[in-house]
């Protein structure tokens, strides 16, 4: 027999897996002690408002009965070898996807990778890290698993539209991600735990008959009159199947580069630009959890979620909190050299001391006059001059930009830095000299309301370490809203981030296996 809770639990009740079964035993009338019944939670969430924070719970109890697995997905992989090639560039949660959804249909996915599998990329990250020295194919946003392998792993998103949630986060604990992302409101992995799971997602693709190529970037595309025939890479290579999911993600310049020079249709995309804003972790907990400095033994390091309209001649535009990452670590995330680019990323345990989060301003194509010169190329040349920009104010290294937050509000330099998570260290400046006027405008006035929505975030015991411009891509592929396919080019099926349709892992996931369904449904299955 079954029964179904929903409770409110203190957070000793809900994160103590003894305690938690003594509880729901209690509420159904059982011995705390009861052998005979086992419970497990459902959905999880944690309720910070009132001073006391509570843990919101959905349970199960089975009664005399054995819980049935969590699992209801369990795909239908076989070996696809010997059948029709789709060709899919970008190795990323998109095109993973894609490639695993390819197989599912009995379709061979040849999934084209320009950096190193995910274990190689840890040598070129050190370099960047240590060293900085930033190789263009390899780095915190190219290589197998794609940016969010070495960047947290958050798998919470609001997009619904594309795809089955449920169905793409059974499949990453099919390949070994815990069932806690199940469970939990705001799921993450953990960069430490990704890399061994996207190696398991890799391996299902080749053990079922699937190509993986890495080290392979793609410098031409094969064009048959308005068709897409295949891809020529940097040694010359061509490879051709039935179509091409292009999932190569929103740092790719060279390819949007290559899209607009083979004239194929691309658009220039709003995106958001700012810095990211790194606290002690011990004081956004106390700041969320009302706890002092110590939230005890079974919270887990708490985020936050901010957003503020400002003003600024006369247009509206939003301020707001992206990727916000407990206990976590700053890192670099140019895909370049002579650019400074970073990122956040969070271990499994969030256990660093620190909190981090990009503070971002919404850049809308209206604020970039000065760029419409280069057309759909006008938000990304906007992007990577400030990346630019941002490179030399920080001594033409990855050594980061930075500045106290209230030194900046109040305009001055900062005497001194805080301690800091980021590797390759900081270097303190007047950030304003680093960021458009439009932009350090709006952060300033930011600043000042988010300090008023939590008591304590305005401080200068908290740092701007820049530049956080990779938060989306600065270009869309314009595809049909139904098909997915290319507006223009038959056969060419934009996806995920890159092509500005996702944001996120899971969004990404999703967007690939529609892709890979809409490519086999208009081009293999129904020839057939």
């Known amino acids: 027999m079954k029964k179904e809770f929903t409770l409110q639990l203190s957070p000793e009740e809900a994160y ?173 992995i953990g960069t430490n735990k990704l890399p061994k799971l996207v190696e398991d997602l890799r391996e299902s693709i080749r053990q079922f008959g699937g190509e993986v190529l890495f080290d392979t970037r793609v410098e031409d595309f094969i064009l048959e009159g308005d068709e897409m025939k295949g891809v020529v890479t940097q040694h010359g290579d061509k490879i051709t199947g039935k179509g091409v999911i292009l999932a190569t993600g929103h740092s790719a310049r060279d390819i949007f580069h290559l899209l607009h020079k083979s004239r194929i249709a691309i658009e220039a995309k709003p995106f958001a630009l700012g810095v990211r804003v790194e606290h002690s972790q011990k004081l956004i907990d106390s700041i969320q959890y009302h706890c002092g400095l110590d939230r005890g033994p079974y919270l887990p390091a708490s985020a936050y979620s901010l957003v503020h309209q400002t003003e600024f001649k006369n247009k509206q535009r939003g301020v707001f909190s992206f990727c916000m990452c407990p206990g976590g670590f700053i890192v670099p995330a140019a895909t370049s050299p002579g650019e ?92 304003r000299e680093v960021l458009p006027d439009f932009i350090s405008q709006r952060l300033a006035m930011a600043f000042k309301a988010f300090g008023n929505k939590m008591k304590g975030y305005y401080t200068n015991e908290s740092q701007l370490i820049g530049l956080e411009s990779r938060t ?40 690939g296996e529609r892709c890979a369904e809409r490519l086999i449904e208009s081009y293999i299955h129904i020839s057939r």
């Not at 263009?136 to 946003?141: E, G, Q």
């Open 472 to 511: 989306s891509s600065p270009i869309r592929i314009p595809r049909d809203r139904e098909s997915f396919e290319h507006i223009q080019i038959k056969r060419l099926y934009p996806c995920g981030e890159g092509a500005g349709y996702a944001g996120g892992i899971v969004s990404a996931a999703m967007d």
């Open 340 to 431: 400074l680019v970073v990122n956040g990323m969070s271990p499994s345990r969030r256990d660093s001391k620190f909190a981090n989060s990009g503070i971002v301003v919404s850049v809308e194509l209206e604020d970039l006059p000065e760029y419409q010169k280069f057309g759909p190329l006008a938000a990304m040349e906007f992007q990577a001059d400030v990346e630019k920009r941002a490179w030399q104010a920080g001594g033409e290294t990855q050594v980061a930009p930075a500045q106290r937050m209230v030194d900046f509000v109040e305009k001055k330099v900062s005497a001194s830095l805080l301690d800091t998570s980021y590797q390759p260290g900081l270097h303190s400046v007047e950030m």
């Open 16 to 188: 103590d897996p003894v305690i938690f079964q003594e509880v729901v035993r209690k509420k159904a009338g059982l011995p705390a002690n009861s052998s005979e019944a086992i419970a497990r939670q459902v959905k999880r969430s944690i309720d910070a408002r009132g001073r006391n924070v509570k843990v919101n719970i959905q349970a199960e109890l089975f009664i005399k009965e054995t819980p049935p697995a969590l699992l209801d997905h369990q795909p239908g992989y076989k070996n696809v070898s010997k059948e029709d090639a789709i060709v899919i560039v970008g190795a990323g949660p998109a095109g993973i996807f894609a490639a695993l959804r390819a197989i599912e249909l009995g379709v061979k996915p040849i999934l084209i990778e320009r950096g190193k599998d995910v274990r190689s990329r840890r040598r070129d990250l050190a370099a960047i890290n240590k060293d900085q020295i930033v190789n263009p194919d390899s780095n915190y946003c190219f290589g197998e698993g794609g940016a969010g392998t070495y960047s947290d792993g958050k798998l919470y998103t609001r997009s619904k539209k594309r795809g089955d949630i449920r169905r793409i986060m059974e499949i990453l604990v099919a390949h070994g991600a815990t069932e806690e992302i199940l469970v939990d409101a705001h799921p993450h």
